[in-house]
C-alpha cells in the first residue's frame, strides 16, 4: 500500500516539480521570441542592450525585461561561442535571478547558465559579481564569457590577488566582474581600512553568483578571513614546545576524533610541568594553572594538537620549505590561508621549516556575513539538495533541482563493504583490471594525498598505467580531468574529481588540439583541428561501447555531498556510465562511526576473505551516519555563525562610519560634539549632579582638563566664583576649547584642517577597532567556560562585548579630542628635524632592497652606521639578516640567545 507522502507525490508532484512547471510558461515566452533576435544585427545586439538599459533604469522591473533580455543573450552566446542554451539552461538562469540555489548536475553547462542572469541584473548600471572557487577558473570564464556579454555590449573584468591597484579598481568598475570568494572578501575588508574613498574598490553590493556554492557558502565557512599584522616573534618558544611533545605517552592526552579535539588528562599536566620545570620555562613552584602560565599553556595546548590532529599530506603539505593547508572539502593547496592562535606556527616547528611570526587581527569577515551583504545573491553547483536546511536558514536561498538536458543513464551500484583496507584494495585492483581490460576509462576517488600515492604504487605494481591527480599535481589538474575519459585511461584524484573542467568521454578534443599546435608550430591548425576532432570522435564511441567513465571510490566522505560530486563525473549529459563505492571497517567514517553493528553482521554472515557485503540497507545505514555528521557540522557552523554574528553588527556600524567620514567634506561638527561629551563626561566625573561645591574635586579636573583638553585654565579659580554651577563651568570650558580650535584652524587653514580632522577620525577609528578585534578574540575564547556556572555563553559574549563596544566609542571620543588638542603647526626648526628623520628612513629603506648587504635600521643610520661595531646597528628585526654581513638571521647570529 502507498504511504500518504508518495501517493501525494504521484497526485500532485514534489513542490521541486511544481517550482520547475511554474517557469515553463516563461522559457516558452523565451523561445517565441528567438526568430525575432535572430533577425538582429550584430549591432541591433548592442542597441537591445542599451533599450533594455534605459528601460531598467526609468523604471521598469527587470522581471518584465527577463524574457526579452534572456532572448538577447542567448542570440549572443550562439553567435559568440557557437552554443545555443537548452531551455533547461534558461531555467537555472531564471532560478537564479529569482534568488535561488539552481542544482545543475555536471556538464550540463552552468558557465553558460550564468550569463543570462548575470546580463539582465547587469542592465541596472549596479554590476554583477561572478564568483567561483579557484583563479584559473576565475580567468578562463571571464575571458570565454566575455565574448558574449561583449556581443551585447556589456564590459567584463575578473580580479585575482596581487593584481596592480588600478587594474583591480577598473575590473571591479565593469558591468559583469568574474572572482574568487577569497579575493572578494579580502578586498571588502581591505576597502574598510582605505582612508580615501577614491581608493575604494566594491562601490556596490548587487547581485552575485556563486559557482560552486555549496564549497564556498558552506565548507569554506567554518573559516574566518582574516587580514593580520605582524605581532611578537615567538618561534624559539614554539621549537622548545614542540621537542616535548613527542615523549608525550598515549595516557597524557585524550583524543576525540569525531570533535577533532585533543586535551592533556591530569597525568599529562603533571608530566608537563616536570619537563617545563627541566627546561627552565616554568619556575620552582609555579604551575600550569597559575595566570602567569598562560602562554606557555597555550603553546604547550597547540603544539599537541599539531601532532595529534593534523596529518602530513592530508591536512597539510610542505612545498618548497613552507607549510601549506590542504583543503578537506577539495583536496586543493589553499595558498596564502594559514590557522591561526598559534596552531600553524606549532606545525612549522614539527616540520622543521622556518616558523613565519604570529600574526594579530586587522580585519576579519566569514562568508556568511560578506555575502549576506549582497542585496541578492544566487548559486549553482552540481550538489546541493543535501544542504538545503543551511542554504535557507542562513542565506534566505531556497534549492532548486533543474532538470537534465537528458535522461541520465548512468548506473550506481551499492556499496561493497569489506572487513579490512587490504581486502578492499585487493578487490578494486581486480576491479580496475577488468574494466582496462575493455579499455572503459576508470576514475578512482580517494580521500588524501597519502592514500592516492600507496593506491598508485599498487596499481604501479599491477603494471596498470594511471594518473595521480592531488594537491601536489594541482597545476595539472585540467590536463589530468581532460584526459580522464580517455580510452582506457585510469585516473587517482583526490576529492577533487574534475572540478571546473568536464570530463568528456574520448578526451577533450580542444586540449588537444592546443597541445598538437604547440608541439607543431608550423602545421596548418585547422588540418590539426579536424584530424583531431574526427579521431576524438571515434575515440568517443569505443569508449560508449565500453560502457562510459566508470567512477570506483575507495572510501565514503563525512559529506554525501562529496560522494555525489564524485558520482556526478560519470554520467555526463546523458552518457552511460556506472559509479560503485568500495569500503573497509577500517575506513575513518565507518571506524568513527559505528562499525560495531556492521561488524557483528559480517561476522554473522561468515563472510570469506576478499567476500563483501553488498545490500541496499547498508547504504541506508551509511546515509544515516553521514547525515547525522552534517547535522552536527551544521550546528557547529550555526553556533559559530551566532558569535560572528554579534561582531557583524559592530562591525558594520563601524564600517558604515568609516564610510560616512570619508564621503563628508566637513567633519568639524563631529569633531565638536565628541569634544562637548569629553566635556560632559569631565564635568560630571569631578562635579557630580546633586553635589555641593565644597566636594567638587576642583584639583582633579584642572588636571584633566589640561590631560585631556590640552588647554591650562583656571578652572580652580572658576569653581570657587558665588554661585557658579557646573553648568557654568561646561559652557566656559566649551568656549577655551572653541578659541583654540579657532586659532588652529587658522594657522592651518581651513581645508588643511578639515583634512586633518578626517585622517585623525579614520586613523583613530582603524587603531581602536583593531584592540576592540583583539579584546572580543580573548572573550570568545573564555566565554565557553561560563557554561560551568549554568548562564549562557552566548548571551554572555553578546553583553559584555556590547559593553566593550560601548567603552570603545567612549574611549574613541577621548582619543580624537586629545590627539586634535595635541596638534599644533611645526616650526622651521622642528619641519628640518622631520626631513632629515624621512631621509633616514628613506635611506634604510633602500639598503632593505639591495641584495648585497643587509639592511642598518633607521636608528643605525642615524647614529653612523659600523658594519664591525653592534653598537651602531639600533635594533634589527630577529627575523631579518643580522647586519654583520654573514648572511644568517640576527636571531641565529649576533642576536642568538645565550
Known sequence: MLGIKTLAKKVFGTPNDRKVKAVRPLVEKINALEPEFEKLSDEGLIEKTEEFRKRAIGGESLDSLLPEAFANCREGARRALGLRAFDVQLMGGIFLHNGNVAEMKTGEGKTLVATFPAYLNALTG??????????????????????????????????????????????????????TNNELGFDYLRDNMK???????????????????????????????????????????????????????????????????????????????????ARGLLEGDASLYDPESTSIVHHVNQGLRAHKLFTKDKDYIVRDGEVMLIDEFT????????????????????????????????ASVTYQNYFRLYSKLAGMTGTASTEAEEFQQIYGLGVIEVPTNRDISRVDEDDQVFRTGREKYEAMIEEIKAAHKKEQPVLVGTTSIEKSEMFSQMLTAAGIQHNVLNARQHEQEAQIIGDAGKLGAVTIATNMAGRGTDIQLGGNAEMKVLQAITADPEADPEAIRARIEAETIDEKKRVLAAGG????????????????????????????????????LEDDLMRIFGSERLEKVLTTLGLEEGEAIVHPWVNKSLERA??????????????????????????????????????????????????????????????????????????????????????????MEWCEEEGVDDEQIRERLMAATDEVMAGKTEAFGPENMRMIEKQLLLQTIDAKWREHLLTLEHLRSVVGFRGYAQRDPLN??????????????????????????????????????????????????????????PAPTAEAVAAGFVENDPSTWGNPGRNNPCPCGSGEKFKHCHGRLT
Open 796 to 853: 554572555e559574549y553578546k553583553n559584555e562585548s556590547f559593553q566593550l563596544f560601548e567603552t570603545m566609542l567612549d574611549s574613541l571620543r577621548e582619543d580624537v579630542t586629545k590627539k586634535l588638542a595635541q596638534i599644533r603647526p611645526m616650526n622651521e626648526e622642528e619641519q628640518q628635524a622631520m626631513a632629515e628623520q624621512m631621509a633616514i628612513e628613506q635611506a634604510a629603506r633602500e639598503a632593505a632592497m639591495a641584495p648585497s648587504a
Open 195 to 277: 582612508a580615501e574613498l577614491s581608493q575604494i574598490f566594491q562601490k556596490k553590493h548587487n547581485f552575485a553568483i556563486v559557482d560552486e556554492v555549496d564549497s564556498i557558502l558552506i565548507d569554506e565557512a567554518r573559516t574566518p578571513l582574516v587580514i593580520s599584522g605582524p605581532a611578537e616573534d615567538r618561534s624559539e618558544m614554539y621549537q622548545v614546545i614542540d621537542a616535548l611533545i613527542p615523549s608525550v605517552q598515549d595516557d597524557h592526552f585524550e583524543l576525540d576524533e569525531k570533535t577533532r579535539n585533543v586535551t592533556f588528562t591530569d597525568d599529562g599536566n603533571e608530566f608537563l610541568e616536570e619537563q617545563l620545570r
Open 549 to 584: 567513465l566508470f567512477v570506483l571510490a575507495s572510501e565514503r566522505h563525512e559529506s554525501r555531498r562529496i560522494d555525489n560530486q564524485l558520482r556526478g563525473r560519470s554520467g555526463r549529459q546523458g552518457d552511460p556510465g556506472r559509479t560503485s563505492f568500495y569500503l573497509s
Open 126 to 179: 549596479d554590476g554583477v559579481h561572478v564568483v567561483t572557487v579557484n583563479e584559473y577558473l576565475v580567468q578562463r570564464d571571464a575571458e570565454w564569457m566575455a565574448n558574449v556579454f561583449g556581443a551585447l555590449g556589456l564590459t567584463t573584468g575578473y580580479v585575482v590577488a596581487n593584481m596592480p591597484e588600478d587594474a583591480k579598481r577598473a575590473a571591479y568598475d565593469c558591468d559583469i566582474t568574474y572572482a
Open 626 to 715: 553521514q547525515a547525522k555528521v552534517e547535522g552536527r557540522n551544521f550546528d557547529i557552523r550555526k553556533q559559530l555563525l551566532k558569535f560572528d554574528d554579534v561582531m557583524n553588527d559592530q562591525r558594520k556600524v563601524i564600517f558604515a562610519q568609516r564610510r560616512e567620514i570619508m564621503e563628508s567634506a566637513d567633519l568639524s561638527e563631529v569633531t565638536i560634539d565628541m569634544r562637548t561629551e569629553v566635556i560632559d563626561d569631565l564635568v560630571d566625573t569631578y562635579m557630580p549632579a546633586g553635589s555641593y561645591a565644597d566636594q567638587w574635586n576642583t584639583e582633579g579636573l584642572y588636571a584633566a582638563v589640561i590631560e585631556e583638553l590640552g588647554i591650562d585654565v583656571p578652572v
Open 331 to 362: 583536496g586543493r593547496m589553499m595558498t596564502g590561508r594559514r590557522l591561526g592562535d598559534g596552531l600553524h606556527q606549532a606545525i612549522e616547528a614539527k616540520e622543521g621549516v622556518n616558523i613565519m611570526p604570529e600574526n594579530t587581527t586587522l
